[in-house]
């Protein structure tokens, strides 16, 4: 069986830059490329956060592509000071990386979406960890492609707990309703990664030691990165026990959905509060597409992370 080839549409903030350092470090598949998108912080600084992030990991032969700058639906974004709060002015908690040595590929975010769809089909995963504006771009460009991608697994949603931006609605999916709501419906096999696991799967200052403790300039930078976020969820009462895993659950569930427990689950989104639930015309088909995750094994999760963060940090 061919390996399955990944690629990572990310809005790189905190959480996001985990989720890049175990991309890299599964043996369970290959990252072929990042695509930026706005959310966490403006999209061209998602972009140059990646780079820098794959240089000092010394993976910068992945490419990294420019993709969505604003919603669907509006013609520019202004990223919310919650999101600086929570993931620092530069989105990688104010930690100041060298300017990358390269730069973004010519080719659109969506044509090599397309262009990776075609190529890999069903052995091909893509992980949004932020808005699905790209992946949507890339269905309505190209709609043979949604039957094409093998699997899409996101960070986004929330089912059976509260949103974090309004009672019902979590930041990826707020950002651009409308884009989700197209891709929840036609992506062949979706995998719902929301608050209602991401919340479970925290990580402490007793991990990002272990980092430290390596001794290596990779793993000081990613223990800075993440001790900011760690202190902001105390200091914004967001939780005092740690910091969620969020996007890097994402990743985790996407080779290996033995992490949690899925509720087969046809969905759309309100775009009137961007909701995620239960598709009243899709419920009683018998084929599902939208698969979400309802449980979480953190201690399971939690191993095979600071395994291959470990490794790779090292």
């Known amino acids: 069986m061919a390996k399955k080839?990944?690629?990572?549409?990310?809005?790189?903030?905190?959480?996001d830059a985990l989720a890049l350092a175990y991309a890299l470090a599964t043996?369970?598949?290959?990252?072929?490329?990042?695509?930026?998108?706005?959310?966490?912080?403006?999209?061209?600084?998602?972009?140059?956060n990646t780079l820098k992030l794959l240089e000092l990991l010394g993976e910068d032969d992945v490419p990294v592509f420019l993709g969505?700058?604003?919603?669907?639906?509006?013609?520019?974004?202004?990223?919310?000071?919650?999101?600086?709060?929570?993931?620092?002015?530069?989105?990688?908690g104010d930690v100041v990386l060298p300017d990358p040595k390269r730069e973004t590929a010519p080719q659109s975010a969506v044509d090599f979406l397309i262009t990776a769809a075609h190529e890999y089909a069903d052995d091909l995963i893509i992980v949004p960890t932020g808005p699905l504006t790209n992946l949507a771009a890339a269905y309505q460009k190209d709609p043979e492609i949604a039957d094409l991608i093998g699997n899409v697994t996101l960070?986004?949603?929330?089912?059976?707990?509260?949103?974090?931006?309004?009672?019902?609605?979590?930041a990826n999916i707020n950002q651009d309703p409308e884009a989700a709501d197209y891709v929840f419906k036609?992506?062949?096999?979706?995998?719902m990664v929301g608050l209602d696991?991401?919340?479970?799967?925290?990580?402490?200052?007793?991990?990002?030691?272990?980092?430290?403790d390596l001794g290596t300039e990779k793993g000081?930078?990613?223990?800075?990165?993440?001790?900011?976020?760690?202190?902001?969820?105390?200091?914004?009462?967001?939780?005092?026990?740690?910091?969620?895993?969020?996007?890097?659950?994402?990743?985790?569930?996407?080779?290996?959905?033995?992490?949690?427990?899925l509720l087969p689950l046809n969905m759309m989104v309100d775009t009137n509060d961007g909701r995620t639930i239960g598709d009243p015309a899709r419920l009683r088909d018998a084929?599902?597409?939208?698969?979400?995750?309802?449980?979480?094994?953190?201690?399971?999760?939690?191993?095979?992370?600071?395994?291959?963060?470990?490794?790779?940090l090292g």
């Not at 043996?27 to 140059?48: C, H, K, R, W, Y």
């Not at 094994?297 to 490794?311: A, G």
Request: without cysteine; aromatic residues 10%; proline residues 4%.
């Open 5 to 15: 080839k990944m690629i990572l549409d990310l809005d790189t903030g905190v959480d």
């Open 27 to 48: 043996p369970d598949a290959d990252l072929i490329g990042v695509v930026s998108s706005f959310g966490n912080t403006q999209m061209e600084t998602a972009a140059q």
């Open 68 to 92: 969505a700058s604003h919603s669907s639906t509006t013609t520019d974004f202004e990223t919310m000071q919650v999101s600086k709060d929570i993931h620092g002015d530069n989105a990688i």
């Open 155 to 170: 960070m986004g949603g929330a089912l059976v707990v509260p949103g974090n931006v309004t009672p019902y609605t979590e």
């Open 186 to 191: 036609h992506a062949k096999h979706l995998v």
């Open 197 to 212: 696991v991401t919340l479970q799967t925290l990580l402490t200052k007793k991990e990002t030691q272990q980092w430290r």
């Open 220 to 261: 000081r930078v990613f223990a800075d990165i993440f001790d900011f976020y760690i202190d902001a969820y105390d200091s914004l009462d967001i939780n005092k026990a740690g910091a969620a895993l969020h996007d890097p659950l994402a990743v985790g569930v996407a080779v290996d959905p033995n992490f949690v427990t």
């Open 287 to 312: 084929h599902k597409n939208n698969f979400v995750a309802v449980e979480v094994d953190e201690p399971f999760y939690l191993e095979r992370f600071m395994n291959y963060t470990l490794s790779i």
